[in-house]
């Protein structure tokens, strides 16, 4: 079992260090990273929290776009410094989601200087099932998640809630199924859903593609993002809130 968990940990480590190779070699010398491997142009740059990146920046409906610094993912926030700490607030974050548990919170607190400047809300997300693909199904049916996904959409539809930050402890599992759906509401395509859930594998983060497709192919049977939310009380209004307010015009990016 030891040589089975360090081989996978090995397989992590060089995956992370390909991605850095990939895009010291596509960008110049400058570098075209942040320090988990994530594009610089969605990395906050954090070198405690690699994962922390923008979810903006794809088409969405209507010919708009998702729009940038607007809505933001990442792993836990306990370790970063207080340079990180300011990152975050230059990035002008007002609004911190943690989606752990109140053990994982307990055990790994957000560090205090996040809360200088940014109002916290704690709305769990927690997943009990037999693998990792029957937990992204049940993200998408459990009673308990859908209150909190309600929550986390109804912080959204709030202008002055943005920008807006949210995480759990690996940054990929349950912040990938929040992003997942909220790109889904703005009309963000399957293939960038995707390709934006399978970043996390360049900060070193297991995720497989059959995982994300779980929760996507629940979404589309219950006929579409908004009969989904609808069916968990997430009215049109508030859906429409937070279209208004993540959706922009392509010459406003």
């Given amino acids: 079992m030891e040589t089975i968990v360090g081989d996978r940990r090995f397989l992590l480590v060089f995956k992370w260090c390909f991605w850095v190779l990939v895009c010291a070699a596509m960008m110049g010398p400058a570098g075209g990273c942040g320090p988990g491997g994530i594009p610089i142009e969605r990395s906050l740059n954090l070198k405690n929290a690699p994962n922390a990146r923008d979810t903006g920046g794809y088409p969405a409906m209507d010919g708009m776009i998702m729009g940038r610094k607007l809505l933001y993912r990442s792993g836990k926030l306990s370790e970063i410094t207080e340079t990180e700490c300011d990152v975050i607030q230059r990035a002008g974050i007002k609004t911190i989601i943690d989606l752990r548990s109140d053990g994982e919170r307990q055990s790994a607190p957000d560090v205090e200087c996040l809360f200088d400047f940014a109002e916290y809300k704690s709305l769990p997300i927690v997943v009990n099932a037999s693998s990792r693909k029957e937990a992204y199904k049940a993200f998408a049916l459990d009673a308990e998640i859908s209150a909190?996904?309600?929550?986390?959409l109804s912080i959204l539809a709030e202008r002055d809630n943005l920008p807006v930050i949210i995480?759990?402890?690996?940054?990929?599992?349950?912040v990938g199924g929040m992003s997942a759906l909220v790109q889904l509401l703005l009309g963000v395509n399957r293939d960038d859903i995707m390709a934006d859930y399978l970043l996390s594998r360049r900060a070193g983060k297991e995720v497989k593609a059959e995982w994300m497709q779980a929760a996507l192919e629940q979404v589309e049977d219950e006929g579409g993002i908004e009969v989904f939310l609808s069916n968990r009380g997430i009215g049109r209004d508030i859906q429409q809130a937070v279209r208004k307010n993540l959706i922009r015009d392509r010459t406003e990016e």
Wanted: with cysteine; proline share 0%; aromatic share 0%.
């Fill in 167 to 174: 995480h759990c402890s690996g940054g990929k599992d349950r």
């Fill in 148 to 152: 909190s996904i309600s929550a986390i």
